[in-house]
């Protein structure tokens, strides 16, 4: 599997029908979303860290080969706004260690008020443990510089190619030997939908940066109304017709269309 597709979260109760079947309970609502897709990407981790346990049971009810990529707390992006590092940086990856073959990258999104800060970053992509994959998805112009480039290169930090509106709202750079891409809102109908021809941009986007071998994680977070679900599935298909080797996705009628 080199693009991992899958949506960012999976407990929205708007998606039964479309990924879920009617009759499955919201408590086995993970184990039917890992039968169909390979990977996901928590949120929960951001709001609130779960506790060791929550993680070994993530782990437990999931398949072999499934990945799950864990969004950084808030204390750490928006609290402490990447200062004093160390402690919420090994909180979070002692507990998400729980998640152990099925942990994937962790995401650190930044808030849109902090400025680009090339010591604070590098300060805390240096607290990760060696081999800890970090996407980091920042969202203020300031950080669009060489200087930022080189420390995410230099840590192996992949640099989050975000999409807004169906347009890139980052640069386009390849920062590690992986990818993370990270599909906001479209502006297809109904919203917020991503059209056919904006899912085939970013399939060749992908193809231009990264060999097939590469592994680049693809999260929809488009969650209203299932559109991530439904995207991805799309997507998926254009990344299958473009020759590119993709995860599983949904299959049946519901998200099929």
Not at 29 to 51: D, G, H, I, K, M
Not at 78 to 101: F, N, Q, T, W
Not at 165 to 176: D, F, H, I, Q, Y
């Amino acid at each position: 599997m080199t693009v991992l597709v899958g949506t960012s979260g999976w407990q929205y109760k708007d998606w039964r029908e479309v990924l879920y079947p009617p009759d499955r309970p919201q408590r086995l609502w993970l184990e039917e979303y890992a039968r169909q897709f390979a990977t996901v990407e928590s949120n929960a981790a951001f709001y609130r860290l779960p506790e060791e346990k929550t993680f070994a049971d993530w782990r437990d009810r999931t398949p072999e080969g499934f990945v799950m990529a864990v969004k950084a707390s808030r204390y750490l992006t928006h609290i402490k706004r990447l200062r004093d590092p160390a402690e919420p940086v090994g909180r979070l990856m002692s507990r998400a260690a729980a998640l152990g073959p099925r942990l994937g990258p962790v995401l650190l999104q930044l808030p849109p008020t902090l400025h680009a800060d090339a010591a604070l970053l590098d300060d805390c992509l240096g607290c990760f443990p060696a081999g800890a994959r970090v996407a980091v998805e920042p969202r203020h112009a300031s950080w669009w510089t060489e200087e930022i480039r080189a420390v995410l290169e230099h840590r192996g930090a992949a640099l989050c190619w975000a999409d807004r509106g169906s347009r890139p709202v980052t640069p386009l750079w390849r920062t590690a030997g992986w990818g993370y891409v990270r599909f906001h809102e479209g502006r297809a109908e109904p919203f917020p939908r991503y059209g056919g021809q904006a899912l085939a941009t970013w399939v060749r986007r992908i193809a231009d940066t990264w060999p097939d071998r590469a592994e680049v994680y693809a999260y929809f977070n488009n969650d209203l109304g299932a559109a991530a679900v439904l995207d991805a599935v799309r997507f998926a298909r254009a990344a299958e017709a473009a020759g590119r080797s993709v995860s599983r996705t949904p299959s049946g009628r519901g998200a099929a269309r």
